[in-house]
């Protein structure tokens, strides 16, 4: 039961209080450049979140059963990123065989994503920072990555409105956005506590 | 100014060309090692090592790596530098290692360093690269440092640790936290804009054409086509 | 074919090439990483426990500690530097504590928290050169009591694995815990679920009695015996309490309350709810007693912030036992009103000795609204029973 408690909290941790766009800063490029359409955002979203899932599937046994027993720690970047882009590959080029239909969803959101630093970063946390196990670990990445939905779905309402609105010259684009995204990384921030409150 | 002079091509950078102001790429490691002008410092070097040792390496290796493998190669170059500058920074300033944790090994996927791979050293000498590769990383530096002045300035009322006597007691911590990063970020973006306005190559988008993801992609899909 | 050929052969050249640079700078910065990594932890560590040198990690899972406990690492004199993480008012609360040979606490401090650091930043100076003995002694710091309880317990934590990496024993269980086991070993039928029984008759040295929860029997608590009885008030072992224990439990289960019309006395004080007389002739009565935040005498308010209080006396004035049924005061100060070593006070007094009743530390209102609506008990029973 609480090793059950304990992955709830993980999970929505990840989702509101850690969200990895709006207060680690992780992921910000598709945050910015995606989401100014509802169903871009969503399409990414998902992209994202299944990425990392995969992604933190395949390497926390690299590190765990291969890099670590073989005293080759500092490779872990390099691995990492290589098997990232590798797996990206592999599942767009599986997506476009076999689930033609997903593939027209989400096939244009892949390549964007090898360079996700979001990706990358969730992987290398669950293991340097949070060191997790196999199933916390799986539990962070889907956790990190429906927040990364959620921030997107939530900011592409943003946008819409910001479109519709009088801005001055020099702030109207990219400054605007950036200050909108101020706005729902405030709103954010207040989830900070709530989660272990929750399970008391 | 003749545009290739080694002069400009190392210039263009710290403003024109702004990295982060302008290009607006490496967003993430912007807004994220910025809380203290120390953070910042650690990855204004951290990178523009990387940078300058990758361009070198990638402009030498221009003419040996095949086209269609030529992202793997820039990717596994880039890493590797990062790796070795990570080692080097944990072994002799760990406390910059533990300011900077995660987003070190994140330097390896900085839009700016795969992005400069992708535009410049592919196309050019050894020696006009690693100048881009200095300019840029300084440019990056410099942006970095100034966001970082800013909000550790008004958050924590000190500069590089130091802190500020008379500032003491007027310290608005909302601008070390997240929401802050992002609010100094935009702000500092227009402020330039005013400042170069009609000179610099502005963008206020992403777009395919500074995107390192482009050359992976290559559908122009990730652009909505209209613009704001 | 050419082509993919050459591809393959460049990238995994370049690879090769580079996993050699990754070596020969890993075989250079490795010591010194490792030599910095020493000397930083042994420069934490011998923050909490100056004189300490040559730390080095203890496998805890050898052991069965308290579960705050997350590192050990021992030290050559034989002195050991504990890491705990606790939840005080946030969760994530993570303290060092250094003890040295002797079990004496020579240093704790709070290496993060997710709190904002106020007093608990200097706590751990508080906690210094205590012993297991002497803890208890260190009172919490009102305003964060929730962090500093949280503290101190995390230290206590560190004590005891003292004892145990020493080869001794403790009692991990907190007082619930102790009493609900020995509730459970004296009643096993109870699955281990007991309430509390108000009692409402007068039953001599029995200190208290809980009801199972499933109906299956009764354990009444004298001294430090517990004794079981089944529901009808049989006992089930025999012992020399027989006695007493089963009138208590005839007394107990044979009472009934009937309520008193209250509005028919113009007098009743206000702070009475409701009344109650059972068959043997005693009164129970349902109070409201002001809080904080309530004005003076007055014991309602409309915001509502009154305290419910059960108490039950004999007809002659005597109180018998008193509860605290609810409460919304201020977390950590009056709401210590709801704690059994406050409200059991009251059992036994009458009013002549009444006013021997402790105060609740810092909350001055509290237990002066309190004490008052208990008070009245005694001129409610004047009232009812007839007597000017």
């Known amino acids: 039961m609480d090793a059950f408690k304990s992955l709830v909290i993980i999970l929505l941790s990840s989702v509101f209080v850690d969200n990895y766009v709006l207060t680690r800063f992780l992921g910000i490029c598709p945050f910015l450049g995606v989401s100014k359409k509802l169903d871009s955002a969503v399409g990414m979203g998902v992209a994202v979140t299944f990425v990392m899932v995969v992604a933190t599937a395949v390497t926390w046994p690299i590190q765990h059963y291969i890099l670590n027993s073989m005293n080759l720690g500092y490779m872990q970047t390099i691995v990492f990123i290589l098997v990232i882009a590798a797996l990206v590959q592999f599942i767009e080029m599986a997506l476009k065989k076999f689930i033609p239909s997903l593939h027209k969803a989400l096939g244009v959101y892949l390549p964007l994503i090898t360079t996700n630093c979001a990706v990358l970063g969730v992987a290398i946390n669950n293991i340097n920072e949070h060191q997790y196990n196999f199933i916390q670990s799986i539990i962070n990445s889907l956790g990190v990555g429906l927040g990364f939905m959620l921030a997107m779905v939530l900011f592409s309402g943003m946008r819409q409105k910001i479109q519709e609105s009088e801005i001055p010259e020099s702030f109207k684009g990219l400054p ?4 909108a995204a101020s706005f729902i990384s405030l709103a954010f921030f207040g989830f900070g506590g709530i989660i272990e409150n929750l399970f008391k | 100014m003749n545009k290739n002079s080694n002069m400009s091509i190392f210039l263009k950078g710290l403003l024109l060309e702004n990295p982060v102001f302008v290009l607006i790429l490496g967003t993430c490691p912007t807004l994220a090692t910025t809380k203290t002008v120390i953070g910042a410092i650690g990855m204004g070097v951290a990178a523009t090592a990387v940078l300058i040792c990758s361009n070198i390496v990638i402009s030498l290796l221009r003419k040996l790596i095949p086209d269609s493998v030529r992202i793997p190669c820039y990717i596994v170059v880039i890493a590797s530098f990062v790796t070795i500058v990570e080692m080097i920074i944990h072994a002799f300033v760990p406390t910059i290692y533990e300011l900077l944790g995660v987003y070190l090994p994140l330097i390896t996927v900085n839009c700016i360093i795969l992005g400069r791979a992708e535009m410049f050293a592919n196309k050019n000498n050894v020696a006009k690269s690693a100048l881009d590769g200095l300019g840029m990383g300084l440019g990056f530096s410099i942006a ?47 402020v330039v804009y005013k400042l170069t306005h009609g000179k610099a190559p502005y963008k206020k988008e992403f777009s395919c054409a500074t995107c390192p993801s482009a050359a992976y992609c290559n559908r122009g899909n990730c652009q909505p086509k209209e613009e704001i | 074919m050419i082509k993919n050929l050459k591809s393959v052969i460049s990238l995994t050249v370049i690879c090769a090439v580079i996993s050699v640079l990754l070596a020969l700078t890993n075989d250079l910065t ?29 496998e805890i899972d050898e052991y069965e500690l308290p579960e705050t406990i997350t590192e050990i690492y021992s030290e050559k004199n034989g002195g050991y530097v504990f890491k705990m993480q606790t939840s005080g008012y946030a969760a994530n609360f993570v303290l060092l504590c250094g003890i040295d040979k002797d079990g004496v606490v020579k240093g704790a401090t709070c290496i993060s928290s997710g709190e904002t650091l106020g007093v608990e930043k200097d706590y751990g100076d508080t906690l210094k050169e205590k012993t297991n003995e002497t803890i208890d002694d260190v ?29 001794g024993s403790v009692d991990l269980r907190d007082e619930a815990q102790i009493l609900n086991d020995n509730l459970s070993a004296a009643l096993p039928e109870a699955e281990g679920k007991f309430s509390p029984v108000f009692i409402t008759e007068d039953i001599g040295d029995i200190n208290s009695v809980y ?17 079981a009885t089944d529901k009808d008030g049989k006992v089930k072992t025999e012992t020399d309490l027989k006695t007493t224990v089963e009138a208590a439990a005839k007394a107990i289960i044979n009472s009934h ?27 129970v009565f349902e109070l409201k007693a002001a809080g904080f935040g309530i004005n003076g005498d007055k014991y309602y308010n409309p915001s509502g912030e009154y305290i419910d209080i059960k108490v039950s006396a004999t007809k002659d004035g005597k109180i018998i036992s008193c509860l605290t049924t ?11 009103c709801a704690d059994e070593k406050f409200y059991s006070q009251f059992g036994g007094k009458t009013e002549a000795d009444y006013s021997e009743i402790d105060a609740i530390s810092g909350a001055t209102i509290t237990t002066n609204g309190y004490k008052t609506a208990v008070s009245k008990v005694f001129t409610a029973i004047k009232i009812l029973e007839g007597v000017s």
Do not use: C, H, W
């Open chain 3, 257 to 283: 309350l009937n309520e008193i019309d209250i509005t028919k006395y113009s007098d009743m004080p206000t702070q009475v709810a409701k009344a109650y007389k059972t068959d043997s002739g005693n009164y």
């Open chain 3, 326 to 336: 609810a409460q919304k005061e201020t977390d950590g100060i009056g709401s210590a």
């Open chain 3, 211 to 227: 009801a199972s929860d499933n109906n299956t029997g009764f354990v009444f608590v004298i001294g430090e015996q517990f004794v």
């Open chain 2, 144 to 190: 970095l440092v100034a966001m970082a002045t800013l909000r550790e300035i008004l958050g924590a009322a000190s500069f590089a640790g130091i802190s500020i006597p008379f500032l003491e007691n007027y310290k608005i911590k909302f601008f070390v936290e997240a929401p802050g990063g992002f609010l100094v970020y935009g702000i500092l973006i227009a």
């Open chain 3, 139 to 167: 009172a919490t710091v009102s305003g964060a009591t929730k962090t500093t309880a949280a503290y101190k317990n995390a230290v206590k934590d560190a004590l005891n694995s003292f004892i145990i990496l020493n080869g």
């Open chain 1, 176 to 179: 605007a956005t950036l200050i």
């Open chain 3, 30 to 58: 490795a010591p010194i990483i490792k030599e910095q990594e020493t000397a930083a932890v042994n420069e934490a560590l011998s923050v909490v426990l100056p004189g300490g040198a040559d730390f080095s990690p203890i």
